[in-house]
């Protein structure tokens, strides 16, 4: 008798799940609207916005544009929120009209081996000390004052991309603040060669702005990839650096992430969140093509992912499942994932109610039958994210090119860092290949090059992604081993 209730409780869960599943996919069906959602991408990736480069005033239409959806479909603004914006303060910097560094008999010059970053213009010889990474241990017993400090490029472990400017602006912060009036990084990371990382950053950049009002020192980085330089530095064979940068123009502006809540039904668990996240930002106006298009417009990258967002601003304010949604639009991924580095260290809501962040980011895709899921293995809601989009036909992959390090290099990883569960959901990629190149960071990144059919699969396939999670009676976890599990029991409570 016991065994017959055991049977049948287990066939009566079963059965409710199942049907839980079909009732969300029906009224996805029942509520998506594909003239909208392809209005929403046509306006988001126009000429008219210019690319959305987020030092561009175009960048502030886009966020003007979502914000409104926010608000037609009935999203609420976040307590501490400018209304639907969290104000980021930003710097803009130049590159110099003249940039020269003098080491020994070598003179190193913007755009070749030399990178002004930041700061203001310098002349003169100054004293350098070396000081590893330049963390806070490095400088025990060091005098600083009036001198510029020497480093390797980033910090141990932390040689990604979006790592070495995150590093960057942090020792920059530190070595000002113990007196040093410059910073020099050098280059040594051969994984990623100097010439793209040249063609990328000789241009003006963009920063958080930790200190408004105040200046910055010069933050420097000078190509050094067998450490010649340093080496030198610190055998005490080069005891100065000859200074000559000139015209460098820094001015502020302020960025705006574009985020709105959607309070769950559940009495308890309405306080957890999950967080659907993507930036809308892209590369702005570029070299022209062969057909003379200028306008760098980003479908695929992000303006589909964007869409995403403003899709489920319709659906969970009419649907809202039992946790609350957190809706995150985040500007400047591509000045270093400033948006959403900025929310992880100036939450709007505590971070450890944020269960699980369900990122959009994307390249583009060679294969419309899948849904490529960047962290995909690495979490327990790995069949929640699958059982919706094979609900929709696609199925869900996981990253088939590690070697690009992509979990790294999106707005995910900011929360992974902080202990969040956070994979990225993906257009179907099998591989970076030529199709991928074809359009990544292209002008023909248009909505005319995408079929528009998967992107209607993608966006439903989504939304039933985020409400399967929010709806789940478990908090998602890491699994057992990750790199970030130790930091995520941290953040939750968990012993």
Not at 92 to 103: H, I, Q
Not at 129 to 149: A, M, N, P, R, T
Not at 195 to 217: C, K, M, Y
Not at 415 to 423: H, L, S, T, V
Request: net charge negative; charged share 20%; with cysteine.
């Amino acid at each position: 008798m016991i065994r017959e209730k055991i049977i049948l409780l287990i066939l009566t869960s079963l059965f409710s799940f199942t049907a839980f599943c079909q009732n969300g996919k029906q009224a996805i069906e029942a509520n998506f609207n594909e003239r909208a959602s392809i209005s929403h991408f046509r306006f988001l990736a126009s000429d008219e916005l210019m690319g959305r480069d987020p030092i561009r005033p175009e960048i502030d239409a886009a966020a003007r544009y979502i914000a409104e959806q926010y608000w037609k479909y009935g999203a609420k603004e976040i307590t501490g929120a400018n209304g639907y914006y969290q104000n980021i303060p930003f710097r803009l910097s130049s590159p110099p009209s003249m940039g020269e560094v003098g080491l020994g008999d070598h003179v190193f010059s913007q755009g070749d081996d030399l990178l002004v970053l930041d700061g203001p213009s310098l002349t003169g010889a100054y004293e350098l000390v070396v000081l590893g990474f330049g963390l806070e241990k490095d400088y025990e017993g060091k005098d600083v004052q009036g001198k510029i400090v020497v480093t390797n490029v980033g910090a141990p472990n932390r040689l990604s991309p979006s790592d070495l400017f995150a590093a960057g602006r942090e020792k920059t912060a530190l070595a000002k603040q113990k007196g040093a009036i410059g910073i020099i990084e050098m280059y040594n990371v051969p994984t990623v060669p100097w010439a793209l990382v040249s063609n990328f950053l000789n241009r003006t950049q963009l920063t958080v702005d930790n200190n408004p009002g105040e200046q910055s020192i010069p933050y420097i980085w000078l190509r050094d990839l067998s450490n010649t330089q340093i080496n030198a530095i610190g055998k005490g064979e080069i005891n100065q650096a000859e200074f000559n940068i000139a015209g460098k123009v820094n001015r502020s502006i302020i960025g705006k992430n574009v985020v709105a809540v959607i309070e769950g039904t559940d009495p308890v668990l309405k306080n957890e969140y999950v967080m659907l996240s993507a930036h809308y930002d892209h590369i702005g106006v570029g070299r022209p093509n062969a057909e003379g298009d200028s306008i760098y417009n980003g479908a695929r990258d992000n303006a589909v992912g964007t869409v995403a967002l403003i899709n489920a601003a319709r659906y969970f304010a009419q649907h809202p499942p039992k946790r609350s949604i957190l809706l995150c639009a985040w500007t400047a991924e591509e000045k270093g994932l400033l948006g959403s580095a900025y929310f992880a260290e100036n939450p709007l809501v505590p971070l450890n109610q944020i269960i699980f962040n369900l990122n959009i980011d994307n390249a583009g895709y060679n294969d419309t039958s899948i849904v490529t899921v960047v962290g995909l293995g690495r979490t327990s809601a790995d069949h929640l994210i699958a059982e919706a989009t094979a609900a929709f036909g696609l199925e869900a992959i996981a990253d088939p090119s590690p070697e690009q390090g992509l979990y790294d290099r999106s707005d995910n990883v900011n929360f992974a860092r902080k202990g969040i569960p956070a994979p990225t959901f993906s257009l179907g990629f099998t591989a970076f290949d030529d199709e991928i190149s074809r359009h990544y960071h292209q002008p023909s990144d248009e909505v005319d090059s995408f079929d528009l059919d998967y992107a209607v699969l993608y966006w439903k396939s989504y939304l039933l992604a985020a409400e399967n999670i929010a709806n789940w009676s478990e908090r998602p976890k890491w699994n057992e081993g990750d790199k970030y599990e130790e930091v995520s029991k941290a953040l939750y409570g968990i012993k």
